[in-house]
């Protein structure tokens, strides 16, 4: 399946922003949906936002007017910028992509810890 690679997590105050990055070993001009989930501890995995080859997207109300999901096809790469940052953000964040129309299921990133204090 497809290797998705995250990067740019990290420590935040509340209020702050931060981007992350999720680069993949294939051409993502040809996967359709990728995006975004966080899990929490003790909590179950979360979508926080999906964004189409056509970029279409779709965000959380949780998240909705503070962060953004975005690609950019020639670099292989999705972003999520996340402003106006609020403890309760802090999570594993995990990069997906949806390989469900080729059978392969999702591919998953290995995860990137957002931690942001008050």
């Known amino acids: 399946q497809v290797q998705l690679v995250e990067s740019g997590g990290g420590l935040v105050q509340a209020g702050g922003s931060l981007r992350l990055s999720c680069t993949a070993s294939?051409?993502?001009?040809?996967?359709?949906?990728m995006g975004w989930y966080r899990q929490a501890p003790g909590k179950q995995r979360d979508l926080v936002a999906t964004?189409?080859?056509?970029?279409?997207?779709f965000h959380a109300d949780s998240v909705k007017g503070r962060f953004t999901v975005s690609r950019d096809n020639a670099k292989n790469t999705v972003y999520l910028q996340m402003n106006s940052l609020k403890p309760e953000d802090t999570a594993v964040y995990y990069c997906?992509?949806?390989?469900?129309?080729?059978?392969?299921?999702?591919?998953w990133g290995q995860g990137t810890q957002v931690t942001v204090s008050s």
């Open positions: 294939a051409n993502i001009a040809s996967i359709n949906v």
């Open positions: 997906y992509a949806d390989l469900r129309p080729r059978g392969w299921g999702l591919s």
């Open positions: 964004i189409t080859s056509g970029k279409n997207t």
